[in-house]
């Protein structure tokens, strides 16, 4: 899947930001991310900054466009790309560049939760056209304008399973960590394998799985079965490789729900539930508006919320439905629906059966909930017509903290 290997551009980047004094003061968080791979699984759609490399059909020169402006929390946007194709030598001056128009924009200072930069396009007016002259007056000189650039299809961007890589005689394997957490005697038995079959190195993706690379065709299928007693299979149900969660009130001080059991039990309860179930979705978990869970970015999303049963407050989610990365790129959309912890995967169910039963041929999840509107999507997943719940009590304000 790599058009070239951008890993010296990282640790170019990576040099530049970190512990340079000129970047000490930036306004919040910021994300950035260079990748070679065309599926795009390093998400640059909801970074700060994003380069995804591509060849100029015109001449073959590998080059990458540039995103900015992508995030999530509670105003979600994804990136805006810009018409501009960044050659090799030129991505990391054009990452400073962007540093600097982050680090100066004043206007990011105004409001800590609204200081990110994809408040200047959201709330300060600027366009594409704006960004990227400003990008090129601090460049000085003026990009080559960008050519068309195919998104990826609607993948799960995990790398599971077994796959060749660039170089004759190797093979790296994606093994899935249920819930993404892994344990200390999980960590050993990769590192171990990654020793035994390969050259030691193991990498962790932002789907929460792991990847063991540079292994030879003959010792994958040993790797395999290592891995796979070791709890972490190089496959399994959509539900398995699509669920991501956050990390909840176990350790997060801003989560309202605890995450990362609930999400084990309800990715073990739908297998169990819809076992014929093989269709492409991803379902996450976040435990609060801040999205650490990304349930903008999901087929099916839950954000974690509190509701009051017998005069007792209990875990409970509110649906967030049809989003996506890559060709279909979309943010979910909240759907007035808000249900106990205890209910969501039957709730989940009674969607994907209706899905199941009634999509037109070929038809992904996140197109059939495109077509549909939110009350009968709420319908689906309530069991019958019920009136849209606010996703936040009317005047509420959000947790202390939590970033925008």
Same mark, same amino acid.
């Given at each position: ?6 890993? *010296?551009?990282?640790? +170019? ?9 000129d970047?000490?003061?930036?306004p ?8 070679? %791979? ?9 970074n700060?900054?994003?380069? #995804?490399?591509?060849? @100029? ?6 080059? &990458? ?12 946007r994804?990136?805006? =790309?810009?018409?501009? &194709?960044?050659? !090799?030598h030129q ?21 800590? +939760?609204?200081?990110?930069?994809? &408040? ?5 007016? !600027? ?17 080559? $304008? /960008? ?9 799960? =961007?995990?790398?599971v ?7 004759p005689?190797?093979c ?10 892994? #344990? ?31 292994v ?6 040993a ?6 007693? /070791? ?5 399994g ?7 991501? /969660? ?9 989560a ?8 084990? $039990? ?13 269709? @492409? ?18 087929d ?19 649906? %967030? ?18 249900? *106990? /912890? ?5 709730a989940?169910?009674r ?7 009634? $999509?037109?041929?070929?038809e ?7 077509? @549909?509107?939110?009350?009968?999507? =709420? ?10 719940? +606010?996703?936040d009590?009317?005047?509420g ?8």
């Amino acid at each position: 899947e790599e058009v070239v290997d951008a890993s *010296p551009l990282v640790f +170019e980047a990576t040099r530049l930001l970190n512990g340079n004094p000129d970047f000490y003061n930036l306004p919040r968080k910021y994300k950035v991310t260079i990748t070679g %791979c065309r599926t795009w699984c390093s998400y640059p759609e909801i970074n700060d900054v994003g380069l #995804t490399a591509l060849r @100029h059909p015109a001449s073959g020169e590998p080059g &990458f466009s540039l995103r900015v402006g992508g995030g999530l929390s509670t105003d979600p946007r994804l990136a805006e =790309r810009l018409d501009a &194709f960044v050659r !090799w030598h030129q991505a990391v001056p054009v990452v400073r560049a962007v540093t600097e128009i982050f680090r100066d924009s004043d206007v990011l200072r105004e409001h800590r +939760e609204k200081a990110r930069l994809k &408040f200047l396009f959201l709330r300060h007016g !600027w366009t594409a056209e704006r960004f990227l002259a400003e990008v090129e007056a601090r460049l000085g000189y003026a990009l080559d $304008r /960008a050519p068309q650039e195919p998104r990826p299809e609607e993948v799960y =961007r995990d790398h599971v399973g077994i796959h060749p890589q660039r170089q004759p005689d190797l093979c790296y394997a994606g093994a899935t960590v249920l819930r993404g957490r892994l #344990t200390a005697a999980q960590l050993r038995a990769v590192a171990d394998a990654a020793e035994r079959h390969g050259d030691g190195q193991a990498r962790t993706t932002t789907m929460q799985n792991v990847v063991v690379v540079n292994v030879r065709r003959e010792r994958v299928g040993a790797l395999a079965r290592e891995l796979a007693q /070791a709890g972490l299979p190089t496959g399994g149900s959509p539900f398995r490789r699509g669920t991501i /969660a956050c990390t909840g009130t176990e350790f997060c001080k801003l989560a309202l729900t605890e995450t990362k059991e609930f999400s084990r $039990r309800l990715v073990e309860d739908l297998e169990r539930r819809l076992p014929s179930f093989h269709e @492409h979705v991803k379902l996450h978990v976040t435990g609060c508006p801040n999205s650490c869970g990304q349930h903008w970015i999901a087929d099916i999303g839950v954000e974690g919320k509190k509701l009051k049963i017998d005069g007792a407050l209990v875990d409970a989610y509110y649906f %967030c439905v049809g989003g996506a990365l890559g060709a279909g790129q979309a943010v979910a959309r909240p759907i007035g629906l808000r249900v *106990p /912890a205890t209910e969501v995967a039957s709730a989940v169910e009674r969607l994907l059966r209706a899905y199941l039963a009634e $999509r037109h041929a070929g038809e992904t999840f996140r197109a059939f909930a495109a077509r @549909h509107d939110d009350a009968t999507l =709420r319908a689906w997943l309530a069991g019958g017509s019920v009136p849209a719940a +606010e996703r936040d009590p009317a005047g509420g304000l959000l947790p202390a903290g939590v970033d925008a």
